[in-house]
């Protein structure tokens, strides 16, 4: 399994959000790689927003636990390239 530590940056004048997730082998804590983006505050869910938009740094952290599935692709992609292609947040919520 794939754990995902996951930050949320919101930039107001922008309306933009940095997106920055690091990948650990859940069994190990080994980390895997990382990848970050920049994507529009309209795409995040409103779940999250709300965390954001609690704390005056506009910012909130999280660690999920990936899927299977998808720890096989995102594990590939590591190995190849150094790096994901996607956020698995896009993954996940887009």
Do not use: C, H
Not at 54 to 67: D, G, N, P, R, W
């Amino acid at each position: 399994m794939i754990t995902v530590n996951r930050g949320y940056m919101y930039d107001p004048v922008d309306n933009e959000v940095l997106i920055t997730e690091i990948y650990y082998e859940a069994a190990t804590e080994t980390k895997l790689g990382s990848k970050m983006d920049r994507l529009s505050y309209s795409v995040i869910p409103n779940s999250i927003k709300e965390k954001i938009e609690a704390v005056t740094s506009l910012s909130y952290m999280e660690s999920i636990e990936m899927s299977q599935q998808l720890a096989a692709v995102y594990q590939d992609e590591i190995n190849k390239y150094g790096k994901p292609e996607k956020l698995y947040f896009e993954y996940t919520n887009m």
